[in-house]
């Protein structure tokens, strides 16, 4: 399974972006994604997933109402549209899925067993 993520971005603070994640395979439909990010100098968070059958979102209190997950199986993709951008979400942000198909949705980043290379986003003040 490879993932590849894209999307990011400079913004300025208030900004919206939205990243997007291929997922490789006929195996999608029946993968939960989750979007984590990585600050410099800081471990890695969760920032949102989506269940595989798109009927369960969560988010970190801390993007909710900000941030949408969403997801195209057509397209083996999923998004995270990025409102109200602040500085304080500048990070690297990954997408992942758990080794198992349809896994139920975690913020724990070590269910995760495929990640993506990450897409920079940067919010300027």
């Known amino acids: 399974v490879q993932l590849q993520a894209s999307g990011g971005g400079l913004v300025q603070a208030g900004d919206s972006l939205r990243l997007s994640c291929v997922v490789s395979g006929r195996t999608f439909s029946y993968r939960t994604m989750g979007w984590f990010r990585q600050a410099p100098g800081k471990e890695r968070e969760f920032v949102a997933v989506?269940?595989?059958?798109?009927?369960?979102?969560t988010y970190a209190d801390s993007v909710k109402g900000r941030f949408t997950i969403s997801r195209d199986n057509a397209k083996n993709t999923v998004y995270l549209q990025m409102n109200s951008l602040k500085p304080e979400d500048t990070a690297v942000y990954y997408c992942?899925?758990?080794?198992?198909?349809?896994?139920?949705?975690?913020?724990?980043?070590?269910?995760?067993?495929?990640w993506g290379q990450g897409t920079q986003v940067t919010v300027s003040s």
């Open positions: 989506i269940s595989w059958a798109g009927s369960t979102t």
């Open positions: 992942a899925t758990p080794s198992a198909l349809t896994a139920s949705p975690s913020q724990n980043s070590n269910q995760y067993a495929y």
